[in-house]
Nanobody, 125 residues
Framework: QVQLVESGGGLVQAGGSLRLSCAAS????????MGWFRQAPGKEREFVAA???????TYADSVKGRFTISRDNAKNTVYLQMNSLKPEDTAVYYC???????????????????WGQGTQVTVSS
């Protein structure tokens, strides 16, 4: 079992920054691929960023150059640094873990085994 707990969401003005954290329980964290997804009201959950167990990142085109994903295996934590935030970034952000990722970094919802409860990010214009 893996439990994921997100934190760091909040209200920020356009152009501002936030850093999300996701603390994971369990000894399999270092070998898991970790991802961030988001879901706005009335929309499907969408991929934001992911990082492989060997620290290789991948990003959605909509956040590339503005968001940075990182992980600290000693702390069992994955981060999402979000800069230059836009109103369209407003959503509930979810952390997810793929415990058997293979070599390809997973970018789809159905590849992930465990999910956090989500943290709200609201960007005002």
């Amino acid at each position: 079992q893996v439990q994921l707990v997100e934190s760091g969401g909040g209200l920020v003005q356009a152009g501002g920054s936030l850093r999300l954290s996701c603390a994971a329980s369990g000894r399999t964290f270092s070998s898991a691929a970790m991802g961030w997804f988001r879901q706005a009201p009335g929309k499907e959950r969408e991929f934001v960023a992911a990082i492989s167990w060997i620290n290789s990142p991948t990003y959605a085109d909509s956040v590339k150059g503005r968001f940075t994903i990182s992980r600290d295996n000693a702390k069992n934590t994955v981060y999402l640094q979000m800069n230059s935030l836009k109103p369209e970034d407003t959503a509930v952000y979810y952390c997810a873990a793929d415990l058997a990722p293979g070599w390809a970094i997973p970018r789809t919802v159905n590849r992930y085994d465990y999910w956090g409860q989500g943290t709200q990010v609201t960007v005002s214009s």
